[in-house]
């Protein structure tokens, strides 16, 4: 049991044992009108400042006034949701008045500001809301929105439909054309525990269950729920949902945030190029050419596909940079043979040839496994900041797969066997500084090949910092001692760290 | 503008249902009994060390926030406040009624037997309550039930945060040994 598990355990039990009096409470409170929400002062912009919001107030009032307030009292006959980035929800009587409207995260709260769009009609309310996200700039460069209705099925298609004209006719007036995704809420369980779990709304959930399942979870429901209604919008136009889950206006998600298609394309071949010492590849070189877009780790790339010769490449394009993320390459349709007239290599041979390859020194660390099954060796090494290589060969030093990729500087939570790794790159560069800054600290020398237990991730308490928890165990004569440390990689700076018993 | 992405943290929920009580949401009182009502319970049984009366400092606790949501300003520490709520209210208890607290152990293992949970949980509330010291078992509760960060912590106990840390630590693995050697505690 580690103190994750513990706390984990802690946290469970008590909570086990908490009795459940909500009833109890619930009745000693007693039902409170409506009052206007306060909030904290610090929500950034003023809607007043912009000639639209006083468009919009001009709207709201009016509207307001013409419906007057008549559905105040009914209950809530249906709920749309909408999702960019900021998700907002608008509760609607049976007249398809608005009852209220509420903000679902944080970007919501801060589109919304104080505007009380109760009594409105539906229409006049997404074009508020519509209308203040384009203030916001969230449609400077995106211009994805989910519709998620909560109705009756009978309601379903005319409420879609008249959110889906409103904000067509709002962006168009802006330039945007809108790409409108709509689904009618089924609140199934696994929508609604990703939205529990992640803090999003049941809508953007169901899209993301919905892309998982098409996907048949090639991404994972925490990846999802960090990007945004385009971003999700881009990976589903890779996929084949079923029109009964997804159904869409027709107009594709902006692309302009990003390098676009062919300038990645261009991107590929070039890199492909200089992988095999070609001056130049051109489109027509190559065969099998596929390009989409996906997101790798929050990042979103273009995930480009060739075969040349017998090589089969897969390159990812950063989208928005338009740098080589990952290049792998695979000879087609190897078999291992027998050839006596060439000398078979062991694995300290292979270790020498990765070295020459890539002009290491003899000490550099160089990590080699043969797979006897398939008569392979493996390689993996880094031999400088911010690349990672995966390489096969085979018996006679053959390449027949590789793959680099970007060390990411910012992993997400992973565990590692670090035993002092290979100088030079800036993962071990860090290792090393914390680990000498805890020998100093403690007076304690430290073997890195003897550290036990090594662990690193990225501390969640530090939200907007990179910093990364450290743990291991180190052994001095019969005490173990657990070592702990969080440093900011950007400054370097030791933020915590503790040594404790560990018996 | 640059890319938001959003993942609630859940000192927002709070905040959010805090602010749907002030604004006569329906559920959101429900919303917020969910989210922390077990960081209120448990911190009001290491303070109280004593079920029946944790449970009263509950249900107060729950309907003295609701009376003062419409006043509430988030500072981002939303269970900071109600566990201070919490612990006005315990302070109360125990001036009004001196018999209160500091049951035995076996009394209040007794009183744990009425609750319907399992060995282990039951194990570890008990370990919490008796072989914890009152700072520690506070430590413990307000971090690892209601997720309160360490530095908010020490600023609330007026304690440094190295002291925090280092108290935390030694009360996680006294609670890890014990849990690992069974029932031998």
Known sequence: MNNKQTEKQIGQSFSNVTPDVYNDISARCPTRAAVKRQRSANWGWKLSTCALALVLVVAIVFGGVMLGTQGRQSAVAATVTLDVNPSVAIELSTDQVVLGVKALNKDGERILGDLDLTGSNLQTAVYAIVGSMTLGGYFSVDNSVLVSVDADQSLYQSLVDKVTSEITVILGSQNVQASVLSQWITQSESAKSIAQQYGISSGKAQLIAAILDASQNAYTAEQLAKLNVNELNLIIESLNLPQDVLSHNGNNASQSRYIGREEAINKALEAVAADLTLSSLSQTDVSRLQCKMDNDDGVMVYEVELVYNDWEYDVDINAITGAVVKLEKELQNYRPYDDATRTKLSEEDIRNLVRSMFDLPQNQWVQVSYDRDDGVYEVKVNPNQGKFYEIEFNVYGDVISFSEEEIEIMPGPVEDQWQGGAPGDQYSAVMNYVITQLENIYKQPIDRSKMIDFTYKLDDDYRSRNVWEVEFKYQVGNIMYEYECSVDIDTMEIIEQSRDIDD | ?185
């Open chain 2, 1 to 185: 503008m640059s890319r938001q992405t959003y993942k609630m943290p859940r000192s927002h929920q709070i905040d959010n249902a805090i602010y749907g009580i002030a604004n006569g949401e329906e559920n959101s009182l429900r919303t917020l009994y969910q989210l922390t009502s077990s960081a209120v319970y448990a911190y009001a049984l290491t303070v109280t060390k004593n079920v029946f009366d944790a449970q009263d400092v509950m249900q107060e606790t729950f309907v003295k926030m609701y009376d003062a949501a419409p006043n509430y300003i988030s500072r981002n520490r939303p269970m900071a406040w109600m566990l201070s709520i919490a612990r006005n209210l315990c302070m109360d208890k125990f001036r009004s009624n001196s018999r209160l607290t500091d049951v035995t152990d076996e009394q209040l293992e007794a009183q744990l037997q009425t609750v319907q949970a399992d060995v282990t949980d039951r194990l570890v509330v008990q370990s919490c309550l008796s072989k914890l010291s009152q700072q520690e078992r506070t430590i413990v509760v307000m971090h690892a039930v209601g997720g309160v960060r360490h530095r908010e912590i020490a600023r609330q106990l007026d304690l440094p945060l190295n002291t925090v840390l280092s108290k935390y630590k030694r009360s996680l693995q006294k609670l890890k040994d014990i849990l690992q050697g069974g029932k031998d505690e």
